[in-house]
């Protein structure tokens, strides 16, 4: 399978690493200094694209493989206030895209212990609901894309909050405790707190491997389909 590589850090090195691992050649790797060398010629050399660019470059970029009919899995975050618009355009002209916050295994099984959880707690209300995204200190949305994914899926199970927030522990608030720090890959926690004691569950990424797997994973997995997907397709949870 021939890769384009939009975003060339130290994400897409990793990406590099395991599609090279497992027989998959890039045959484009954009970033920030080649970012506008992007042809249609360029795209049609490749069977699948892989994005983990930034938030001001993502849109961009998915609407240049739908033009050049390229399947895409998108992993950079900071767009999603777009995604009905591209989500429409996807399916309108049939392409192909494949997209998640987190493309980590582990992720994916916290996401779906979280609703779990909300729905058993949502009837103690003793227990206040907080959460805590720790990250390094390059990276650029606040709270990160799983922090906000996490918080949607508690949301939706949980009726003594309305929405997330970032900047106030207000009642109907689920606070979003945002810290940057160091080169931490990415640490979630989601806890339960009342006056006697605290329930809490943590997902602790110890490197960027097991995104970096997951990306590949979509992108053979998203070869030869049409449509919008997400890990839950990939996973079957």
């Known amino acids: 399978m021939n890769i384009a590589l939009f975003g060339y850090g130290k994400m897409g090195k990793e990406i590099e690493q395991i599609a090279l691992q497992r027989n998959h050649t890039i045959v484009l790797k954009i970033d920030k200094h080649n970012i506008n060398d992007i042809t249609q010629q360029q795209l049609k050399q490749a069977d699948v694209a ?31 206030n777009k995604f009905d618009e591209i989500k ?33 707690m949502n009837g103690f209300s003793d227990y206040e609901v907080a959460m805590q995204e720790i990250h390094h200190i390059h990276k650029l949305d606040k709270p990160s894309g799983t922090a906000i994914t996490t ?3 508690v949301l939706a199970n949980h009726a003594q909050k309305n929405k997330w927030s970032i900047a106030t522990n ?9 810290v940057r720090t160091d080169e931490v890959p990415g640490t979630h926690t989601v806890s339960y707190t009342s006056a006697v004691d605290e329930i809490s569950i943590t997902h602790k990424a110890f490197n960027r491997k097991g995104f970096a797997l997951g990306a ?11 449509g919008v997907y997400t890990m839950n397709d990939l996973l079957n949870l």
């Not at 980590?104 to 959880?117: T, Y």
């Not at 207000?170 to 945002?178: C, M, P, R, S, T």
């Not at 590949?216 to 049409?226: G, S």
């Open 50 to 80: 892989i994005e983990f660019s930034t938030p001001d470059t993502v849109i961009e970029n998915i609407y240049k493989c739908f033009d050049a009919n390229l399947p895409i899995v998108v992993g950079a975050t900071g767009w999603y």
């Open 88 to 120: 429409q355009a996807c399916l309108k002209n049939n392409q192909s895209l494949f997209y998640a916050t987190n493309f980590s295994l582990g992720v994916n099984l916290f996401f779906k212990m979280n609703e779990q959880i909300a729905k058993m």
């Open 151 to 153: 918080a949607e899926r």
């Open 170 to 178: 207000a009642d109907k608030n689920l606070f979003i405790d945002v």
């Open 216 to 226: 590949v994973l979509a992108a053979e997995f998203i070869l030869h389909k049409k």
